[in-house]
């Protein structure tokens, strides 16, 4: 999916430069209402969670570098893989301009060792090597999120529910617009949120919309099983099918 789409992203670039050009002058003459403008953060971010959730194929994750106000829209530098590229996006966070393309090849690779480590499982989480974190004996389930991402607050209320009914069984952390956990974060996300990370074990950058909020919830708790061991049976001796999928 990353070669296709970002060959046509490419190939546009090369072939329509003058129209992107022609573009960014409008864009730039063109006054957005003060209450339209998003924070150069909060449009950044909102481009990247687009670009990392249909742009990327699993598995490849953007991150942001940085981002300047520049000729009346926002340019941002974005890291995929080891490699960086620019965008633009509209103050308002709703039209995204590639300004680069990427070298697809490069962008792509990974090595074995990596791949092994990130085998993926239900619910497209990725399952790492790690030992089981947890806080008083209890598996630790981290929701990273903010209020000013869509995806987020898809997510977050999906998450909270979940969590709910595994109340004694895992500690939840629930980093919704909370500067905490930053270690953890910056271990398993690239800067892309939603951020879900399952006892150190289970993560995941981006929300599950693409398979709805049932088979979303069915995918968490079954997760969140697997690290209980199975407990509360109650509640997991209905997900077992879905459990032993997970590796």
């Excluded at 789409?5 to 490419?10: G, Q, S």
């Excluded at 994750?61 to 996006?89: A, C, I, W």
């Excluded at 909270?160 to 595994?166: D, N, P, Y």
């Excluded at 953890?184 to 909020?213: A, N």
Aim: net charge negative; proline share 4%.
């Amino acid at each position: 999916m990353l070669k296709d789409l970002l060959k046509i992203i490419v190939i546009a670039i090369l072939v329509a430069g003058v129209s992107i050009a022609g573009t960014f002058f409008y864009v730039t003459k063109t006054k957005t209402p003060q209450a339209n403008l998003l924070s150069p953060q909060e449009a950044a971010q909102k481009a990247l969670n687009y670009i990392n959730e249909n742009l990327i194929e699993k598995g490849v994750v953007t991150s942001l570098v940085d981002v300047v106000e520049e000729n009346g829209l926002y340019k941002f530098r974005l890291k995929v893989g080891e490699q960086e590229f620019v965008s633009y996006v509209t103050k308002n966070g709703k039209i995204l301009f590639p300004e680069e393309g990427i070298d697809l090849e490069k962008a792509v690779t990974v090595q074995p060792e990596t791949q092994e480590e990130k085998t993926p499982t239900i619910g497209n989480f990725l399952v790492g090597k790690e030992e089981i974190c947890k806080e008083n004996e209890k598996p630790i389930i981290y929701f990273f999120g903010s209020q000013s991402c869509s995806h987020c607050k898809w997510e977050h209320p999906i998450v909270e529910k979940v969590a709910k009914s595994f109340e004694g069984y895992i500690s939840f952390h629930n980093d919704m617009d909370a500067n905490a956990d930053t270690d953890i974060f910056g271990k398993y996300s690239t800067g892309g949120i939603p951020t879900l990370v399952f006892g150190c074990k289970y993560y995941r950058v981006g929300s599950g919309e693409g398979e709805g909020e049932e088979l979303e919830s069915k995918n968490l708790t079954a997760i969140i099983c697997k690290l209980t061991g199975n407990q509360p049976s109650s509640i997991c001796n209905l997900f077992q099918d879905l459990i032993n999928q997970i590796p």
